[in-house]
């Protein structure tokens, strides 16, 4: 079973830019809704925390969607040809510092919500919001 692949974390200041990317080389991930999730600092040391769902995208033709905390600063967004689901994270705060992964959410459709089912989740990157 494939792993999904993030990468473009980093350092970033209160109120800067990155972009996430999560990418696969087996699976297309067109045909799929794809999440992105976080893992705190706090909540990496308390047992049994779940990673918290920050947004994901359905097929071509949905609506994404997104946590309360990051709407109107995080955009998601597909690039098909690359094979590659995007995190674009403005304005970013220090409360956005954590692991960022992606995962599958079942098959591309027009909608997907937070409690959707989830598999092939990559190993995750960081992200640190520090001035």
């Known amino acids: 079973q494939e792993q999904l692949m993030e990468s473009g974390g980093g350092l970033v200041q209160p109120g800067g830019s990155l972009r996430l990317a999560c990418s696969a080389s087996e699976i297309t991930l067109e045909y799929y809704a794809i999440g992105w999730f976080r893992l705190a600092p706090e909540m990496d040391q308390t047992p049994g925390s779940d990673r918290e769902w920050v947004s994901c995208i ?69 992200v640190i919001v520090s001035s």
């Open 58 to 126: 359905p097929g071509k033709y949905g609506t994404p969607s997104y946590r309360e905390s990051v709407k109107g600063r995080f955009t998601i967004s597909r690039d098909i040809a690359n094979n590659t689901v995007y995190l674009e994270m403005n304005n970013v705060r220090t409360e956005d510092t954590a692991i960022y992964f992606c995962a599958t959410m079942g098959w591309a459709g027009l909608y997907c919500r937070p409690s959707d089912p989830t598999d092939n989740w990559g190993q995750g990157t960081q």
